[in-house]
């Protein structure tokens, strides 16, 4: 899990506003500073997650003391420290049981995306996962 620096700042009559120096553009904001931590956090990931399917190398992480000296961000409220998953996780083969018909069904709705059935269940769980996450059912 790599760590990086998020940069809480903080107006009056304003909400928490979250930048991280490593990712230009990567920014958010919260009602107030465990609001603001959550929404770091996803926006990081999300920006990451970009980056990869880009082709884009990640930056290493930048050290404290190096942003803390920099003149840019010498009006931070509070820096965060916000760990996101490695960028390859590491794959696991499974062996499940599916229904004949069932199988067919993905086999066949896979093909139609242009995916693996492995990569169109990743997917379908990924989207369930997320769905009820947000609330909403599937």
Not at 103 to 128: C, E, P, Y
């Amino acid at each position: 899990m790599a760590n990086y620096i998020a940069i809480v700042h903080k107006d009056p009559n304003s909400d928490f506003g979250v930048s991280f120096p490593d990712f230009s553009g990567c920014i958010t904001a919260g009602s107030n500073i465990d609001e603001a931590k959550d929404m770091a956090q996803d926006a990081l990931i999300l920006h990451i997650q970009g980056m990869l399917e880009d082709g884009e190398k990640l930056p290493a992480p930048s050290k404290l003391e190096e942003i803390m000296a920099d003149p840019d961000f010498a009006d931070a409220t509070a820096f965060l420290v916000v760990g996101v998953p490695d960028a390859k996780p590491r794959t696991i083969r499974v062996n499940i049981t599916v229904p004949e018909m069932t199988l067919k069904q993905i086999d066949t709705a896979a093909k139609k995306r242009g995916m693996s059935r492995s990569s169109f269940l990743v997917h379908a769980a990924q989207n369930a996962i997320q769905s009820n996450q947000l609330g909403t059912s599937l």
